[in-house]
């Protein structure tokens, strides 16, 4: 209660204060300030706001009463057990898969040498001393700290409150771990390294934000697949048009620091005109170069330093791939083959393009293509021969007599492993999952092919245990949404000052949305200056939440050190026995 009573006086305070859309607040770099509490209110609302908690907590505890002999959880004695001992069992390992193809367990021994063999003892990574790792983390934090200090005027007041905020913050190491990869035999691991309230993250953070500025001279690229169907409805396809589309192999892994850099340095060079002149470009290519090259985390109790390629976790990975490839995509790709390329667009790693083959040698026009894609830095691409169907991002694309269609990709593998109907999620989680998925359905089909996977999803929710009964109301108000709205691309609309936002984490049978208005109507409502008000209800921690860890706690028969050395031992006889 006393943090509902916090963030209502925070947004009283806002609103009274005329600070709510301050113009120097920027979303993605804003940090909260630790030490700043807010006033107390008015009087009058300070009393009414104790008597508004009063209710809600007498309300809660009316509930527990009258579920007090129901039970109340969505587990079996025997499935909670054994949820207890999964939980507790050092030695085993459970991990979200590659792909999303659902959970998976693993011997930690197995788990640990895979980890080691095919990643950190390779020649991607180098092994560091605790002692190493501390006295390098404390220097780059002195170092970036001295650098943002000497570039402080080439900074806006919304970078400097960000960076003075976060640099507050005790930070933890980056933490390595990898993702079973089920759908590869053998089954291998995906490397990820979880960056979270780390320091270079703080870094990486504000570099993501001022690349995302660059995006849009990046001529491939694209949003999402929604895009892409809206931009082929308005093209004109010629005869002899041919589809293809494209893979990065191991994209960020293979985009080498040097080339990148030198990449977002010729881009920023040559697109100087468009760029504001107050983009602090030194500073952003100083500290773009010292998070690439000092990616820095723990495995298990080691500690590793990545040596090659994009740091892994890092959050400007995605926009850092898509502006140094997309430098080279403008200027060499687009403009020497712009007369065979009648579309062409890159999400990331996945590359659809339109090909339109000259009259003179077409086959040695799009080797020649294929060659170009292929040539900068170590990056390499899988791409598919010119055909008439290709699958981008979820969409199938289809060309038939000079038209495009368009339809629901699906990957056979996928669980679909919807929310399940006893599982503690908000009401309003399986509504949007439904009324989200029949808008993307609807935008990506034909009114035959919607009918047909509509009809898909509904038979998979069912296998989840829901009832016909209980999604028909939930269909049908979707379906009238999207009647209403059916050609409309939604957006993220901003957080409205004249509206009073509670949050709450919701439990079957504990408060309701309509508890907490009703109570809010008759005790508070008349007294804040807010137009209205909105329950934002999240979700309690659910069973992945609880069972897969990033950090490893490995079992006390389990020495990594000792299985270091004796990789170590193994590859040099290999080694000395090769000829």
């Known amino acids: 209660m006393l943090r509902l009573a916090r963030s209502i006086r925070t947004q009283y305070y806002l609103k009274e204060n005329g600070t709510a859309n301050d113009s120097t607040y920027e979303k993605q770099i804003y940090v909260r300030n630790a030490n700043w509490h807010p006033p107390p209110a008015p009087w009058t609302i300070e009393e009414k706001l104790t008597d508004f908690e009063k209710a809600l907590k007498q309300k809660h505890q009316n509930l527990l009463y009258k579920h007090q002999k129901t039970n109340i959880t969505n587990l079996t004695p025997i499935q909670a057990k054994a949820m207890r001992l999964l939980k507790n069992n050092k030695d085993i390992i459970i991990k979200p898969t ?24 390779t020649d991607d990574y180098r092994q560091l001393s605790q002692l190493e790792t501390e006295d390098r983390m404390s220097q780059l934090r002195k170092d970036l700290k001295n650098l943002i200090n000497a570039n402080i005027k080439n900074l806006s007041q919304s970078e400097i409150t960000y960076f003075k905020r976060s640099l507050l913050s005790r930070f933890r190491l980056p933490i390595f771990y990898g993702l079973p990869k089920v759908h590869k035999t053998p089954v291998s691991l995906r490397p990820v390294v979880s960056t979270t309230n780390s320091l270079l993250a703080v870094f990486s953070t504000w570099l993501d934000f001022k690349m995302k500025s660059l995006l849009p001279l990046i001529k491939s690229h694209i949003h999402n697949s929604i895009e892409v169907i809206q931009a082929l409805k308005s093209i004109q ?112 790693d996945d590359i659809f393009g339109i090909w339109i083959p000259p009259d003179n040698n077409p086959s040695d026009s799009w080797l020649q293509f294929k060659q170009l894609l292929n040539s900068w830095g170590n990056l390499k691409w899988k791409i598919e021969e ?14 038939h007599n000079n038209k495009i269609t368009t339809s629901t990709f699906q990957k056979q593998m996928n669980l679909y492993l919807y929310i399940p109907p006893l599982s503690a999620h908000p009401p309003s989680c399986l509504k949007g999952l439904i009324a989200g998925e029949m808008r993307r359905y609807w935008l990506q089909n034909s009114p035959k092919g919607y009918e047909s996977i509509l009809l898909e999803f509904i038979k998979r929710l069912l296998n989840r245990g829901h009832t016909l009964a209980s999604l028909t109301p939930i269909l049908t108000q979707a379906a009238q949404i ?98």
């Open 98 to 121: 590659d792909k999303n193809l659902g959970p998976a367990i693993m011997d930690t021994s197995k788990y640990v040498h895979q980890i080691l063999t095919e990643h950190l003892l």
């Open 237 to 348: 396809i010629p005869k002899n048009a041919l589809l293809f589309s494209a893979d990065a192999v191991s994209m960020y892994t293979n985009i080498d620091t040097p080339t990148g850099i030198s990449s977002i340095r010729d881009f920023l060079d040559v697109n100087k005109e468009q760029i504001p002149e107050s983009f602090p470009v030194n500073l952003f290519l100083q500290v773009l170069e010292t998070v690439m090259d000092n990616n820095i985390f723990s495995f298990a109790n080691t500690y590793w330093h990545q040596l090659s390629g994009t740091a892994m976790g890092t959050p400007t990975a995605c926009t850092y791939a898509t502006v140094t490839y997309g430098h080279f995509e403008n200027t060499q790709i687009l403009q020497k083959f712009n007369n065979q390329l009648l579309y062409y667009k890159r999400y990331i």
């Open 386 to 399: 010119l055909s008439t169907h290709t699958v981008f991002l979820d969409l199938n694309i289809k060309l």
């Open 482 to 579: 999207l009647d209403k709205n059916h050609n409309q691309i939604s957006k993220y609309k901003d957080v409205d000052s004249s509206t009073l936002y509670i949050h709450r984490t919701y439990h079957p049978y504990g408060l309701k949305r309509h508890d907490i208005r009703q109570i809010y109507d008759k005790i508070l409502h008349e007294h804040l200056p807010f137009k209205q008000m909105t329950v934002a209800i999240s979700r309690p921690l659910n069973l992945k939440d609880i069972l897969t860890k990033t950090k490893l706690q490995l079992p006390p028969s389990i020495n990594i050190e000792e299985i270091i050395e004796d990789i170590n031992t193994q590859s040099d006889k290999t080694t000395n026995n090769k000829p």
